[in-house]
Structures are given as C-alpha cells and as structure tokens.
C-alpha cells in the first residue's frame, strides 16, 4: 500500500494547540523537545510501541483522518523505517495497568513503502477515518523488516515520568514478546473533523467485566466501548434488580467510558449503558451482568489441590517473576513428595526458576463478621534437609492479595534447618496462623525462589473458634501400637479418650499417603476392615471440639501398621508370645506341601484340647469364634493331613547342637600388627606398611582404621605393585561354596578416586587364574566392605587384593575371611507308610555327619536322637527311622550336618 505522506512545516509547539481550517481541527499533544526513537524506529528490524493520550488532552469528538509525528534529524534515510502498522483504541484507564502489549484496538494504517524525506518536520500519516467519541486514546505502532541503516529517524518527545503513558519493546530475530515502561512520549497531532450526528448512536460494547463474569473483586471498574453513531455521553443503570436501578439509575457520566461503583460480596449486579447524543438516547441496549467473589464464611473451610480446575473459582494465581508458578502436580521431584493427603498438592519449582522468582496464591476473602471468634488459616508443606541453605520460602500474607499495606504472619523456609526449625523426620509439616483483627481479608501463599529444591503444598484449611477456649490435644496410645506387624485385616482401631474432646476425626491412609477413608466419631473407637492381607494401613486421629481440633495447633500423629502377610511363616502366633491379646483370635501357620486340610486342636495345658477339639480345616489359617480365655497359656497344634511332608526350609546346617549358637571358622584375620613396619605378613608383597594413617584420620583408639598399622599401596600405577596376595591362607574344597571378604580401606585423597577388586584366585603368579571378583569403590574416608567370592570345588584358592591403576595411595586393613553357611541339602521332608515315619533328605557331597535331634516342643531344648555318618558321600539319600520314637504328644525334628571345613583339609577317613 502507498500512503500519500505531507510535511508541515513547524509553526509552533504547543501542550494544547488547535488550529480551525473549516470544519478540520489540528490538536497538537507534547512540546518536550526529547529525542526518542518510537514510534518509527528502524534502530532494530522489529519494534512495537504503545502511547496513552488522555481524553482531557485531546478535547472534543470527532473524526481522525490524519497523524502527525515530529521528525527531528535532517539527514536520516529516508527508506529506513520497513512496514509499519497503526492502530487506534479507547483507552478506559489514565495510565497503563502493565507493560504488556494490548489489544491495539481498530487498524487505520498499514504502510509497506514510507518516504521520510527529510526533517525537521512534521511527519503525517493519512489514515483510515477513525471516529474519536471522547475517551482516552491509545496509539499502537509495530515495525517490521526494518532495514538498519544509518543515519537513523529520531523524534520529539516529552518526559512523562513517573507516568505509564507510553510502553515500548524490540528484537533484531522476531517480533518481541515483551515491553517495558517508557520514560518519554512521542509528541502527536491529530488532524479531525468536527461531526453532528443524525441518527440516536448505537448501544455501547461491554469491556469489563465480561457479561455473566463471575468472581470479580469489589473494587472492580466496570468499563465500555462506543459502539458507533457519535454518542456524546451515556448514562449507567446498576442493581441488584433486573432491569438495573436499585443502586445507581440513569445517572450522567459525560463521555466517561469507567465507572468505579461500592460493591459487596457474593452478590450478583446487573448493569446497563444508554449512550445519547443531541438526537437522542439509544434503544435496544442490552443488560450485563456479573458476579462478585463469593467470601469463606463457613468453617472448616479446606483446599487440597484435589479439583481439576486450578485455580478453582474465587482462588487467583499470579507469576510475580519467572517463568512459571505455583503448579497442581501429582507427585515432586527434588524433593521426592507424594501429596500430604489424597492425589495433588500445589507445587513450585524452586529448582529450575532463577533466585528471587515469585508467584502468588490467593484465597478468596474470608469474611470475619461474627464477634467473639478466633479466625485462622493452616496449610502443610513438605520440609526436608536437603540443600539446606537455601531460603526457598513461603511467606503468609493477610490482606490484599496484590499485598498492598497486607499483613505478613509469617515466613516458613523449604529446609526445615532454617526458620522455624523442624528437629524430626523429613516430610509433611503443618503450619496455622491466627488471622489479624478486621472483616474481609484475602490469603496470599507468597512462594519464592532460592535456586534450592522445590516446595510442595497442601491441605489449606480455614477454621473459625470461639474464644475463650482452646481445641483438645493429641490422641496418644493407639491400638494396634505403632509400627505393629501381622495385625487382622479387621481390626478395632482405640486410642486414650482426649480430655475436652467432643469428637475424633480418624484419616485412614494407604501407604503412599493417599486418603482412602475419613470418619468422624464421638468415642474413642472405630472398626475398620482393610482391603487384605499384607497391607500398610497409615491412620491419625484429629480430636475436636467447639474451639476446633488439634491440629489447627500442630501436626497430629500418624500411626501405622501391617496387616497379616497371605501366609505368615511360622506359626503365629510365635510359641513362647506373652501378653497375647485374647481378641485376636487368629491363628495361622505355613502352608505345608502336599496337605490337603489340618486337624485343630487347642487346650490350655500342653496335649489338652478343652478349648477346641481336632476341628477341621483346610485353609493354613484357623479364627477362633469367641475371645481366647484371660490370663491363661495357650497350647494349639494343626496337624497335616497329608503323607508327605517337605521341610526343605527348615534345615540349619550347623556345627553345634541346635541348642548352641552356630560359629564358623575363620580363614584368615590380618591386621598387619603382628610385626614392626616396615615389614609384612608373610604372603604379601607388592605393598609396604605405615605406622600413619592417611591425612585426617588419627591413628588413636578413635580411629576408624585399626591402629596403629596398616598395609599400603603407594604406586597404584605399577602393575606389579598392585597386588597383593594373602599366600599362606588356601581355601580348598571338596564342593563349592562362597567366602565373604570383611576388610577396611580408604585414600589418603578424595582427588585420586579409585576402586579395589578383591579376587579369588589360583595361585601367587602375576598371572593367576581368577575364579570371581568383585570390585568396590575406595572412597577418602576409612571405611568397612564385604566382598562375596565363589569358591570353586576341588582347587586351592587365594585371596588377591588389586587396586586400580593411578588410585595413588591406598590404605588397607584388617582382612577378614570367612564362609558363608552351606546351602540346605535338597527333599527335606518326613515321608509316612502308615503308622511308619521316616526322615528323608538328599546326599551332598562335602557333607560327612549328620545328626538329628527331638523335641517336645518348637524351640526344644532338643535331644540327640540319631548320628548317621556319610563321609565318602556314597548314598544319594539319608534317611532317619523315627520307629518307637513317635508317642504323644507331638514330636518336633532338628537336623544339622557337619561339612568338610575348606581351612583345614583333612582326611575323611580320620572321622
């Protein structure tokens, strides 16, 4: 598009000038002679630009056909400028609200070819008519493509500082997504022609609010458009009524286009606009509407992030810096959170927004109307102690939730090493805050970044409490005890009574902290039946009464426990249990193989069956119908149904009788003290020996090292110098098994990482075979390490400490080598031909004693009742006839093999 441009010459600046040629009238705002390069600016390909002129500057209506700017500099290129756009807007405010670019409004000029000619001058621009009908008018102009080259277009300006009347932004890459405030205003003429209406104007556009809006501040300023036909004033009708005229009816605003009415809360308000003009009033107008905010004003009042539309109606979320804000999130990372209570807390990510980023929270107001109440807020916020000088924080305001003369009630950091400091477990804590005195107030949660780890929120509450009380305290004494085990599915959950307490609020938690029942009760008490065996069941309770509950004073207690597992091993309850409580009528017992169904029987003496007599049943779990009998001992036994009976896990392969602890035998215990430095145990070389530790470990009885000797690998870059063999211990065997390597060690300095591989091995060669190894990260400080090894069957085997190469020097000491007991022989089990009982399990070799023991009872003390002897391993199967040793009352069997030790060989036939 070509737009015909005219310069005028300059007659005169003016702050107001009007100069009349017929029905045109020239209205010049701005006489500052600053420099400025908006609003045509060709110092960077794109720029757009925003100026505020008010209605009082520009005066009367009319048509704006032209636009002046002044040009400053005579000799910038003429063709610099690329295409431009111009807009023109009402404007209902005196200065601008932000800084970002708005809706520019009515496109009146679009110029792809601009002659400048030269300056200084005025520069006009012939636009699309634009009908002025007396508000504010905001001008927006954007660049593009301009080509950059110098000399370059400057223009006059005024200072409007402190003022937002003009915003302007650019980029050298792409059209810019932001602005800032400008300090000067680009002076303007606006060329228009007077006009006299002939027909009534047209109804007006609503702007703000939008029609049917709804949580809408009080202080809202209601706003429009003309919407043509050269309307010179309008009047507003507002109500509660529809139509509108119980609050404001048919009053003048002028030419005004804001209105700023009192408005209260939780109301809906209709309003009209009737533009007039010297023909008369328009018809048709129609009739908005808008809600205000909707006030907390019943209590408890609670949020937890668990709606989907966040933020939810009456709540208002703000990014104050930063890329993003408080977020509604499932789970957190850094820290590793789940939410407090159901599935979605609140969330900020402090960990990848900039120091000193800030979003807000705000609630809707709480409305305090009632004397002789206590108004508070609480929430819950996950603290821990990671990065724990870093003030990520949440600040607590009451007020204006754009924190305008707020009052802040407090300041909670995400390290619970900072203020307030939290001395227990990482994890969820609650927060309460008494309201400051006044009527209506919004709650901000004020988030803040340090660059730390993220914060995580939830469960806002809001609870109202008459004074002159206090809520009771904490419930104490939970039944099931805290941490239990094996407890029934059904299970009546008790506590101690809560002096003042009038009711109890019991949360039931599954273990990843979700919510999955909430009850209220007025006793102490509550069954509860959980989904199934084997379960994590999390449970508080929240004593209340009339001034609230316990925990708008702190964080309640949460209890757990763990239901039964499908089978419990054992059987259970463990033989030997005290205190037994005689409602838990739940005996269970470990499936057997090859058992159809168990005989019950329970007496209150050892064999005696005056509780419950041989009563079948064929699960692994028997419930007794009524209370086990106070204050007695109880005997049971299920008995197998079966012919076969498996105990393959309960073998113990020891080499004492079943009533002694088992002990196994050492290999080796070095800890390099035997002999003065510099020399060593025989067996080791490619080491040397220090009376020192290494820099920052003492070599008194504190040390971890043993002191005051140890080996140590001073070159770990010499191949040869790596290793070091423990020569004079060999691990030989007649079968396989596994030896466990016990040994400390450590660098002399963390900028030398290393490892050390520990290794079974064939032989004292540089290049020894090598049956296993493991290999295990040495860090700087003296530290204990087990290595597992495999110990092949039928060769000797050495012990082989490497270092990695470059790991500089290397401390090790006390070596401890040791086995690992034997597997269990494989078809352990009791095998019946009528009334006929043997023992039966299988052959392995390196086994040449077995013995067999009885007992009356399950933990005995046992008997010896049978030695078999296999020393060369010929039979596949050891058996144990139990004939003329079964006789009530039952029997109980202990098994235990002795096995050929691989420290010291010796010859079978000498057993």
């Keep these: 598009m070509k737009i015909k441009l005219v310069w005028l010459e300059l007659i005169i600046l003016m702050t107001l000038f009007f100069s009349v040629c017929g029905a045109e009238t020239v209205v ?83 110029i792809s070819d601009i002659d400048l000619v030269s300056g200084p001058q005025w520069f006009e621009v012939d636009i699309s008519d634009y009908e002025y009908c007396g508000s504010n008018l905001m001008v927006s102009v954007r660049t593009q493509d301009a080509p950059w080259e110098s000399p370059h277009a400057n223009w006059h300006a005024t200072d409007v500082y402190p003022l937002h009347y003009a915003k302007e932004g650019h980029d050298d890459v792409n059209l810019p997504d932001y602005m800032v405030y400008g300090n000067t205003r680009p002076n303007i003429q606006l060329v228009m022609e007077a ?7 047209n109804p007006a556009l609503v702007v703000n609010p939008q029609n049917a809006a709804s949580d809408q501040m009080t202080d809202i300023s209601l706003s429009w458009n003309s919407g043509g036909g050269m309307p010179s004033g309008y009047h507003i009708y507002l109500g509660t009524d529809n139509p509108p005229s119980n609050i404001v009816n048919g009053v003048d605003l002028g030419n005004s286009y804001v209105y700023t009415p009192t408005l209260g809360l939780g109301q809906t308000y209709y309003w009209q606009i009737v533009p007039y003009n010297s023909i008369g009033s328009a018809a048709g107008c129609p009739v908005w509407s808008f809600s205000t905010l909707s006030p907390i004003s019943t209590f408890p009042h609670s949020y937890g992030f668990e709606e989907e539309q966040y933020p939810p109606g009456g709540w208002h979320h703000t990014i104050i810096s930063g890329a993003t804000g408080i977020q509604r999130v499932s789970s957190s990372i850094q820290p590793g959170a789940s939410p407090h209570t159901g599935s979605w807390m609140g969330w900020y990510n402090c960990r990848e927004l900039s120091n000193g980023s800030s979003a807000r929270l705000s609630s809707p107001p709480v409305q305090r109307t009632e004397d002789g109440y206590n108004y508070a807020v609480s929430f819950w916020m996950y603290r821990d102690s990671g990065y724990s000088t870093r003030a ?47 009527v209506t107030d919004f709650v901000t949660l004020e988030t803040i970044s340090a660059y730390g780890y993220n914060i995580c929120l939830d469960d806002i509450v809001f609870t109202k409490t008459p004074e002159g ?39 039931i938690m599954n273990a990843a902290n979700e919510v999955t029942q909430v009850v209220d009760t007025s006793t102490p008490g509550y069954s509860y039946s959980a989904e199934g065996y084997d379960e994590q069941v ?54 057997l193989p090859g058992a159809d169904s168990y005989i019950v029987s329970i007496g209150t003496n050892p064999g005696a069956t005056d509780v419950v007599n041989s009563v079948p049943v064929t699960d692994t779990k028997y419930i007794h119908p009524t209370d086990f009998p106070e204050s007695s001992s109880i005997y049971w036994q299920a008995k197998p149904i079966r012919d076969v009976h498996d105990y393959e896990d309960e073998w113990k392969a020891l080499y004492t009788d079943p009533n002694q602890t088992p002990e196994y035998p050492v290999a080796v215990s070095e800890n390099f003290d035997s002999s003065p430095p510099p020399s060593l145990p025989q067996g080791f070389r490619g080491i040397s020996k220090s009376t020192t530790c290494g820099a920052g470990v ?43 390597i016990n040994f400390k060690s450590y660098l002399s300095s963390p900028g030398n990482p290393g490892s050390m591989t520990v290794q079974c091995v064939s032989d004292q060669s540089s290049n020894p075979i090598v049956y296993s190894q493991e290999t295990i990260a040495i860090p700087a400080t003296p530290t204990q390490f087990t290595a597992t090894l495999e110990v092949p069957a039928g060769v000797p085997c050495h012990v082989a400490f490497n270092p990695s190469s470059g790991i500089g020097t290397c401390y090790l000491d006390d070596i401890v080598v040791e086995s690992l007991p034997p597997d269990p022989p494989v078809g352990f089990k009791i095998i019946r031909n009528g009334m006929e009982f043997k023992l039966q399990w299988e052959a392995d070799i390196g086994y040449f004693m077995y013995r067999v023991y009885q007992s009356e009872t399950p933990n005995g003390p046992w008997i010896l009742l049978d030695q078999i002897n296999d020393i060369y391993n010929n039979s596949p199967v050891i058996e144990c006839d139990l004939a003329g040793h079964l006789n009530d009352p039952a029997k109980y069997y202990y098994v235990t093999a002795e096995w050929f030790s691989p420290y010291a060989p010796i010859d079978p036939t000498d057993r």
């Design 469 to 507: 009380g206090s809520p009771p305290g904490f419930a104490a004494n939970p039944s099931p005890y805290h941490n239990a085990e094996n407890v029934l599915p059904d299970v009546d959950l008790s506590w101690d009574s809560v002096d003042g307490a009038t009711t109890y609020k019991i949360t």
């Design 698 to 740: 003492s070599t008194d009885n504190t040390s971890t090292m043993s002191p005051p000797n140890q080996a140590v690998f001073y070159d770990g870059g010499d191949p040869l110098a790596q290793q070091s063999l423990v020569s004079d211990v060999i691990l030989p065997s007649l079968r396989p098994w596994h030896a466990t």
């Design 28 to 110: 010049t705002i701005g006489m500052g002679d600053f420099t400025s390069h908006y609003p045509f600016n060709d110092y960077y390909t794109y720029t757009h630009s925003q100026q505020l002129y008010l209605a009082s500057e520009i005066g009367s209506p009319g048509t704006i056909t032209r636009m002046r700017w002044y040009r400053v500099n005579p000799d910038a290129d003429p063709d610099a400028i690329g295409t431009t756009e111009i807009w023109l807007s009402p404007y209902h405010y005196n200065e601008f609200l932000t800084a970002d670019w708005e809706d520019p409004g009515t496109l009146v000029a679009t």
């Design 195 to 201: 006009f006299a209406p002939s027909t009534v104007p």
């Design 538 to 591: 999390k449970w508080s309770v929240d004593p209340g009464n009339e001034w609230g509950y316990a925990s708008s004073l702190g964080s309640p207690p949460v209890w757990q426990y763990t239901t039964l597992p499908p089978n419990v091993p054992g059987p259970y309850p463990v033989p030997g249990t005290t205190e037994w409580n005689p409602s838990n009528r739940l005996l269970d017992w470990e499936s």
């Design 392 to 438: 990520d924080r949440v600040n607590v305001w009451a007020g204006n939730r754009d924190l305008q003369g707020a009052t802040l009630m407090g300041t909670i950091n995400r390290s619970k090493d900072l203020s307030p400091v939290e001395t227990g477990a990482n994890g969820w804590y609650q927060y309460s805050f008494a309201l400051p005195d006044g």
